[in-house]
């Protein structure tokens, strides 16, 4: 038989095979069966019903959903780590360099803040950009400037990186003392940079009789109080008078203040003289000992300067003489002596006219004074 036929046979065979289903089977054991339910019944009495918990029993069978509170946005928060010192033009009393110093013991009490330095800056630099410029050089992330301007003492807080100034504050009627313009200073820059406020040491120690109040509370003299940073009222009263005087407060403490008695001490008896007291030696006063001193520099240059006048002769005679010998030619070397005789015969003028001077004064303060 050909290979053809023996494959036509073979697939004839295997179609109505490959067309039929299987049958399903049934179960081995019914489901109706006695002993079967007997034992299902006897499992159910058994395995006792799960108990759910009186809280859960009384919830609702669709609970809803618990309200979660919205997710703010997180937004990148930056504290400044360096703090800039820039102090413009001239403040009352000459206190620019204790002004700078009691700035930075504010900056470094501000959160966040590692480190603080002065700056420079031309003057005037009057204008947010100057400040920003004089901050960007020394790589600061904020500059703290203070100015004296129309008679009232400025502060002003700058960010260098927003380029702009971010708080300012301003304190009249400044007394022309270093210690209260460090005070006022300090006052207004911790108004800017620490929201907790500064506070310093105050000790004012006074004279037997006298009563001291601050701030209209009571202090005895030479105790050691703490106040905030800037300056205070100080009242002193002595039997029925008194006064007041300001008080400044430094952060890193003020020098302690003494307050003497005004009262003037009873004029005392004079005492008997028993015996003649010697008659009081002459008092010479230094202008006599200077004029002495200013005399013998007289002598001295006017000694020196004829010493240099008779060279400088001596030298232009030379040089003439030897000028007339070459046939009025001049040589090198004559010239150099011809100048050498011109040259002391300068410094020759130069010492009397010291001298004369010298002598004048010495003069004037032997018998003028």
């Given at each position: 038989?050909?290979?053809?036929?023996?494959?036509?046979?073979?697939?004839?065979?295997?179609?109505?095979?490959?067309?039929?289903?299987?049958?399903?089977?049934?179960?081995?054991?019914?489901?109706?069966?006695?002993?079967?339910?007997?034992?299902?019944?006897?499992?159910?009495?058994?395995?006792?019903?799960?108990?759910?918990?009186?809280?859960?029993?009384?919830?609702?069978?669709?609970?809803?959903?618990?309200?979660l509170p919205p997710l703010a946005p997180l937004t990148p928060s930056r504290t400044a780590s360096?703090?800039?010192?820039?102090?413009?033009?001239?403040?009352?009393?000459?206190?620019?360099?204790?002004?700078?110093?009691?700035?930075?013991?504010?900056?470094?009490?501000?959160?966040?803040?590692?480190?603080?330095?002065?700056?420079?800056?031309?003057?005037?630099?009057?204008?947010?950009?100057?400040?920003?410029?004089?901050?960007?050089?020394?790589?600061?992330?904020?500059?703290?400037?203070?100015?004296?301007?129309?008679?009232?003492?400025?502060?002003?807080?700058?960010?260098?990186?927003?380029?702009?100034?971010?708080?300012?504050?301003?304190?009249?009627?400044?007394?022309?003392?270093?210690?209260?313009?460090?005070?006022?200073?300090?006052?207004?820059?911790?108004?800017?940079?620490?929201?907790?406020?500064?506070?310093?040491?105050?000790?004012?120690?006074?004279?037997?009789?006298?009563?001291l109040e601050i701030d209209g509370q009571p202090l005895h003299p030479g105790e050691k109080r703490i106040l905030p940073v800037g300056v205070h009222a100080l009242r002193v009263r002595e039997g029925k008078s008194e006064s007041s005087r300001a008080l400044p407060v430094l952060i890193e403490g003020a020098p302690p203040v003494f307050v003497a008695s005004t009262r003037v001490a009873p004029a005392q008896a004079p005492v008997e003289a028993t015996a003649a007291l010697p008659a009081p030696a002459p008092h010479r006063t230094w202008t006599r000992t200077a004029g002495y001193a200013a005399a013998g520099a007289a002598v001295v240059a006017a000694a020196t300067g004829a010493y240099f006048g008779l060279k400088s002769k001596s030298d232009i005679d030379n040089a003439e003489s030897a000028y007339r010998a070459n046939g009025n030619v001049w040589q090198p070397g004559d010239l150099d002596t011809l100048h050498s005789g011109n040259s002391k015969a300068h410094t020759a003028n130069v010492l009397f006219i010291a001298s004369g001077v010298l002598l004048a004064a010495g003069a004037a303060l032997t018998f003028a004074f």
């Open positions: 038989m050909k290979p053809r036929s023996l494959c036509a046979v073979v697939l004839a065979l295997a179609l109505p095979a490959l067309g039929q289903t299987e049958p399903q089977l049934a179960p081995l054991v019914p489901n109706d069966a006695p002993w079967l339910q007997k034992n299902q019944k006897k499992r159910k009495k058994k395995v006792p019903p799960k108990q759910e918990p009186a809280e859960q029993a009384q919830k609702p069978a669709t609970e809803p959903p618990l309200a360096s703090v800039g010192v820039l102090v413009q033009g001239a403040l009352p009393g000459g206190s620019a360099a204790s002004v700078g110093q009691g700035l930075r013991a504010v900056a470094r009490r501000a959160p966040g803040v590692a480190e603080t330095s002065l700056l420079q800056a031309p003057d005037p630099c009057a204008d947010e950009a100057c400040w920003v410029t004089a901050g960007v050089a020394r790589q600061v992330d904020r500059v703290l400037v203070a100015a004296y301007e129309n008679g009232a003492l400025q502060v002003r807080l700058v960010d260098v990186k927003a380029r702009k100034q971010i708080s300012h504050g301003q304190q009249g009627g400044i007394a022309a003392d270093p210690a209260q313009v460090t005070a006022w200073a300090e006052a207004l820059a911790c108004k800017l940079l620490v929201p907790s406020g500064c506070t310093g040491e105050a000790v004012v120690d006074a004279a037997p009789g006298i009563e």
